[in-house]
């Protein structure tokens, strides 16, 4: 008797904690992908995201990451996201090979664009204006996005004061870059940014463009002297969005929470990868790098060589039947004197 009374008294307990359980459950487990590490700026704003929407739906949403690529492992993650692969995503179509032409192509038109503030700004006013943009992601919906703080000229030799300080030089860079180098008299180079490490230390390369938080995150301060303050403006693009299947299975009051909290993640996504240019520019003062701001004619000088590219792209926009040169122009417009 004893063992019977045990055993229903065990099994009593198994289904209060069942009931128990299944009382607080979630109305709605989504999944979220990410190719970032909680760790990264990006997947700590992701974290508190994820806590708040929690908290703001009252416990009805449950959100579920998978960190580092193991889910979406595409650095631009939006097909795999239409495909329903994860319910929501980091997406980055800006680097996609093709496709999304406008996400893709547009942010190039951000040159001489000093202030991620400004980049952002602007290009959320477009977002407003032209529905292209969104039409792009077919139906995913945009919960946040990203604006790329500048990247500036790091130097092994001398620091960078005019055009001509760039003759003769080897850089490494992104493609968008190597147009206006070509045209100063330098030689851009396009490699791994791990491998940029042991070239600058060899003498293979001369400098590199990167950002602040790249003197320590790639220790890049161990193996440049001068990081020059010559904008290189990597735009903006939506960063994390919900596939159409995932997003038209929510109530209203539970999207409502969702689109409350777009610019929330915007400013602190901003807000964290900032954090880290602090970082790495503080790791590069104690190193002994030597920062220097760049005159504003000679920046306006050297973004002039960015143009014809960025015309030509929009002139192929246009063909395409997208407003290119209408958004070029604007941008333009709003560029801070």
Sequence with gaps: MKLKSLALALIATTSLGLASAAAWAADFNLTYSTTYT??????QADEEWIARIHEQTDGRVEITAFWGGSLINSREGIDEL?????????????YASSGYDLNRLTPQFFY?????????????ALWDEYPQFTEELEGAQVLGYNVGTPMHLMLREKPFTQVSDLQGLRIRSAVDYIGALTAAGAEGVTMPMTDTYPSLQR???????????????????EVIKFYSELPHSRGAYPSRAMNAQAWSSLPEDIQQVFLDNIEWLTDRTYELAQGAEDDGKAHGESLGVT??????????????????????????????GLPGTEIHDKIRAALPN
Excluded at 82 to 94: E, G, L, R, T
Excluded at 112 to 124: P, S
Excluded at 300 to 308: H, I, K, L, R
Aim: charged share 20%; proline share 7%.
């Design 203 to 221: 003498g293979v390369l001369d400098g590199v463009i990167a950002p602040y938080e790249a003197l320590k995150s790639l220790s890049f301060a």
């Design 38 to 43: 909680p760790t990264h700026p990006y997947g």
């Design 291 to 320: 920062f220097n701001a760049v005159d504003p004619e000679v920046i306006a000088e050297y973004s002039a060589a960015f143009e014809p590219a960025a015309r030509e792209t929009a002139k192929q926009l246009d063909a395409a």
């Design 82 to 94: 239409n495909a329903c692969v994860a319910d929501m995503s980091y997406i980055a179509p800006i």
């Design 112 to 124: 001489g664009y000093e202030d991620a503030r400004d980049v952002l700004r602007v290009y959320m």
